[in-house]
Structure formats: structure tokens, C-alpha cells
């Protein structure tokens, strides 16, 4: 089982910035592929980042340009630095670690993050 935990999220104004962070103790981390998605009230689960274990980078269009993902491998953790919010990036944001020879997707619990115009 694989526990992870978001932390991070709040209000902030438009064109503001926030980090979000999240940690894990498994010790399949390293070889994971982590994530972040969000989930904006009414709407399905959107992609946002992700990052191998290699440092292989995707981003989702909506984000490029404005998010950074980032990945400790020795502290198991991976963060999400986000500027030039925006209205539109209110959501809750979850943290995401996919372990491809599981197959398996882990979620942790989401962090809400509020952007106000």
C-alpha cells in the first residue's frame, strides 16, 4: 500500500503563486511515476503534471509554461510549484503515484487550492 499526503493548498489572488508538496514513506516511491491532478466542482479529473523516475516531464496544456513538477527521491517526496495562477486553476488538487509494473494507480487525500479574481 502506498500513502500519500498532500499539503500546501490555500487562497491566494490571481496571478499569485503556491507550492504544493507531497510525501510518502513507501518505499516504492523511487520507482514510481508521480503525478498531480485536479478536480475542479462539477468537472471530471484533470491531468496537470508528471514525472518519472527518470525526470521525464508532461504537463498538461492548460498548465505549461506556469507549473514546475519536481521530484526528492531520497525524501519521497514531489512538489507542484504553480505561478501565474488563475481563476480556472481552483480545484482540488490530488497527488498521484502510478506504479507501472503494479499497473497500479495510488491517490492521496486532495488539497484544495483557491485562486479569487
Known amino acids: 500500500q502506498v500513502h500519500l499526503v498532500e499539503s500546501g493548498g490555500g487562497l491566494v489572488q490571481a496571478g499569485g503563486s503556491l507550492r504544493l508538496n507531497c510525501e510518502t514513506s513507501?518505499?516504492?516511491?523511487?520507482?514510481?511515476?508521480m503525478g498531480w491532478y485536479r478536480q475542479a466542482p462539477g468537472k471530471q479529473r484533470e491531468f496537470v503534471a508528471s514525472?518519472?523516475?527518470?525526470?521525464?516531464?508532461n504537463y498538461g496544456d492548460s498548465v505549461k509554461g506556469r507549473f514546475t513538477i519536481s521530484r526528492n527521491n531520497a525524501k519521497k517526496m514531489v512538489d507542484l510549484e504553480m505561478n501565474s495562477l488563475k481563476p480556472e486553476d481552483t480545484a482540488v488538487y490530488y497527488c498521484?503515484?502510478?506504479?507501472?509494473?503494479?499497473?497500479?494507480?495510488?491517490w492521496g487525500q486532495g488539497t484544495q487550492v483557491t485562486v479569487s479574481s
Open positions: 498521484n503515484a502510478f506504479i507501472s509494473w503494479q499497473g497500479t494507480n495510488y
Open positions: 513507501a518505499s516504492m516511491f523511487s520507482i514510481a511515476t
Open positions: 514525472i518519472t523516475n527518470g525526470d521525464s516531464i
